[in-house]
């Protein structure tokens, strides 16, 4: 099996997913998973299209990470990874991720800061005197 590469996007998070046949190593900015996300909860957000499709220990998975926090991170992990799955073999696993809806690009971002505001939405106090 080639090398399969995948982009995985969440907030202004981006992952870069290169998958090949192996025994279910996942290497993230050259490091274990364990040793990236350190919250169990991270990680079975990660493990999640893995799980769904019964390939935990089929593929090793090369990542790298880059830009937002751990949780966008994790999040663009699992759309990167569910979409290498998808290239792999669609017929399989693809209606599985797309039920479990792992293959929904979340496009929610930060909105901008306006001028003469403290913040995106919020407003300075009102004085009528």
Same mark, same amino acid.
């Given at each position: 099996m080639?090398?399969i590469?995948? %982009?995985?996007?969440r ?7 290169y998958?090949?046949?192996?025994? /279910?190593?996942?290497t993230?900015? #050259?490091?274990?998973?364990? @040793?990236?996300?350190k ?6 957000i ?7 499709t ?10 790298? %990470? @880059?830009?937002? #926090?751990?949780? #966008?991170?994790?999040?663009? +992990?699992? +759309? ?16 599985v +991720?797309?039920?479990? /809806?792992? +293959? ?11 001028p003469?505001?403290?913040g ?5 106090q009102?004085?009528?005197?």
């Amino acid at each position: 099996m080639e090398v399969i590469n995948a %982009l995985g996007r969440r907030k202004s998070a981006v992952a870069r997913v290169y998958v090949t046949a192996g025994k /279910g190593n996942i290497t993230i900015n #050259g490091r274990t998973l364990e @040793d990236y996300f350190k919250e169990d909860t991270l990680r079975y957000i990660v493990r999640q299209p893995l799980s769904v499709t019964e390939t935990l220990a089929d593929f090793d998975i090369k990542v790298n %990470l @880059d830009g937002g #926090g751990i949780k #966008g991170q994790a999040e663009a +992990l699992r +759309l990167a990874i569910s979409r290498a799955l998808c290239e792999i073999n669609k017929e399989a696993y693809r209606p599985v +991720l797309k039920s479990n /809806g792992f +293959l929904t690009r979340d496009a929610r971002e930060v909105e901008r800061k306006k001028p003469g505001q403290p913040g995106a939405r919020r407003r300075f106090q009102f004085s009528k005197r």
